[in-house]
């Protein structure tokens, strides 16, 4: 019913996501060692963590798919020593850094990084003197700062992880064209009063109830359904369908949240197609209908 992926791979596809990941973690992890001795504020310092974590993840994720990998225990392992060998060099690189912020002999990142002897005695000689504190004018040292440094690893290996299996998993894998699919197509429609009813008709193959919704109102609640295809073989389809529920606070904010109804569930050619014509339909019908500011002033005429 929905799609999984088959656990194949091959050590060349791992070897070009090493190569690929690797690549693009290496620059993130230069940025991050220069740019967070510029950041003064602990709110920004650990936006940037969490960003860096992030990214080192989408690199990683990016690799796997360039490699096809359809493995999820490979794509995790992948991405953890992809991370923390990127954050092993950044670290290479941020003590280089701050010596040199410091007016000390500049060392070079490179032969830092091979020999992890040294590294980690220099990362204890900083740590006595502290770096940043986490209020103004202080600097944070000893074992607070280790606490720091370890929330900080934490934190970039568990949010790489979590972002490098999620791109894995964005798209399903046609096996029998061996390639990824693409989007097919994506419509728009009004959200029903019960989900959970849509849900269990569409996991039945019926799609009339897709079909009776009218075009959706980006301002309020809606249905984003999205159809993922094989563009070789044209046989291998799959459709998500998300809940976007908008709201607002007590003090009158916008709020968006999103929640899967389904997610890749394989339907067949005939259902993909009902969805390409309903997407098409939809976009005829918005091409054809007058601006708004148009039709407010044939109102008032």
Not at 63 to 88: E, P, Q
Not at 155 to 166: N, S
Not at 226 to 240: I, K, T
Not at 262 to 287: M, P
Request: aromatic share 8%; with cysteine; hydrophobic share 50%.
């Amino acid at each position: 019913m929905y799609y999984k992926h088959s656990g194949r791979f091959s050590l060349g596809g791992v070897l070009i996501a090493a190569i690929v990941g690797g690549a693009g973690s290496l620059i993130l992890a230069y940025v991050y060692a220069w740019g967070i001795i510029l950041i003064p504020e602990v709110h920004l310092a650990a936006f940037a963590t969490v960003a860096f974590g992030g990214l080192i993840g989408v690199a990683a994720g990016y690799g796997l798919v360039w490699g096809k990998v359809r493995n999820d225990a490979a794509g995790l392992s992948l991405t953890g020593v992809i991370s923390a060998l990127t954050l092993y060099v950044c670290w290479a690189m941020w003590v280089p850094f701050v010596l040199d912020s410091q007016h000390v002999k500049h060392i070079s990142w490179t032969r830092l990084a091979q020999h992890p002897r040294a590294l980690w005695h220099l990362i204890g000689l900083i740590n006595q003197y502290g770096t940043w504190g986490l209020s103004s004018g202080s600097a944070t040292n000893g074992w607070a700062l280790w606490g720091i440094w370890a929330l900080e690893t934490v934190i970039v290996i568990g949010v790489a992880l979590f972002a490098g299996i999620g791109v894995l998993n964005h798209r399903p894998f046609c096996e029998a064209c061996e390639r990824w699919c693409t989007r097919g197509a994506k419509v728009l429609l009004t959200a029903p009063a019960n989900v959970a009813q849509l849900k269990q008709q569409l996991e039945a193959n019926d799609l009339k109830p897709l079909e009776s919704l009218g075009a959706a109102n980006k301002g309020a609640s809606h249905l984003s359904i999205v159809l993922d295809s094989c563009e070789q073989c044209r046989q291998f389809h799959s459709m998500s369908v998300t809940h976007v529920m908008v709201g607002r606070t007590k003090a009158g904010k916008p709020t968006v949240s999103n929640k899967m109804i389904v997610q890749h569930l394989v339907i067949d050619a005939g259902k993909a197609e009902t969805l390409r014509q309903l997407s098409d339909k939809l976009a005829q019908a918005a091409k054809l209908a007058p601006p708004k500011a148009s039709a407010a002033a044939a109102g008032k005429k």
